[in-house]
């Protein structure tokens, strides 16, 4: 079966500017998660899709980040406008169900300066 | 929410020697316990877990141990090899179904 993909790896831009990652879970998989690592630290939840539907927000930083899942496959996590500080990689993971083991992607790694 | 530490935050072994990485958590809802291995420019990746009901599960090299009431679980890894060197990660979930990451254990074997 096909992995987990996210787009692009890489993304540079500058502060203010706008950028759009996606993510395509693995087919059939109706649980996808966002998460980011900034250096060195722990990889932070963002926020968890149930089919379309967001189940949990709680980790998404502010209201520059925007999320969606429209039809439940694909993911885009837009951050606009971007700071200096959402700079990290962001990683999308997906699952069969609850509490079963998490298939993550490569994770785009964003820089903002 | 649930927190969630790991130790220790880097680990140098030997190659041939054994490894062990703790992960202590808060929730005692957690009811799944795995742990991912990340290489460097890749996603992390599954390589045991282990469920509430069980102590102990072993894979070849790699084994991991649950301890409930002290809310800890660990993971060993036997007879290291250099294509063991990576950052893992424990995530624990349970009640709110989000795993929650600890800060990564990166660990080096040397040749």
């Known amino acids: 079966e096909a992995g987990v993909t996210q787009f692009p790896s890489h993304s540079v831009i500058e502060k203010g500017q706008t950028v759009t990652l996606r993510c395509d879970p693995i087919?059939?998989?109706?649980?996808l998660y966002w998460y980011r690592r900034v250096m060195g630290k722990e990889i932070k939840f963002l926020l968890h899709f149930v089919k379309e539907s967001k189940q949990d927000e709680s980790g998404m930083p502010n209201n520059r980040f925007l999320a969606e899942r429209t039809g439940g496959t694909y993911s885009t996590l837009k951050v606009q406008p971007a700071e200096l500080e959402d700079s990290g990689v962001y990683f999308c993971?997906?699952?069969?169900?609850?509490?079963?083991?998490?298939?993550f992607g490569n994770g785009t790694r964003l820089t903002v300066t | 929410g649930e927190n969630v530490e790991q130790h220790p935050s880097t680990l140098s072994v030997q190659e041939g020697d054994s490894a062990v990485i703790k992960c202590t958590y808060s929730d005692s809802a957690s009811n799944y316990f795995p742990w991912y291995k990340q290489e460097l420019g890749k996603g992390p990746q599954l390589i045991i877990d282990i469920r509430s009901n069980v102590g102990e599960k072993k894979d070849q090299r790699i084994a991991v141990t649950l301890n409930k009431t002290a809310k800890h679980f660990s993971l060993h890894i036997t007879e290291t090899q250099p294509e063991d060197s990576a950052v893992y990660f424990c995530?624990?979930?349970?009640?709110?179904?989000?795993?929650?990451f600890g800060r990564g254990t990166s660990l080096i074997v040397h040749p």
């Open positions: 993971a997906s699952s069969l169900s609850g509490l079963s083991p998490l298939h």
């Open positions: 087919s059939g998989h109706d649980n």
């Open positions: 995530a624990p979930s349970g009640g709110s179904y989000i795993p929650t």
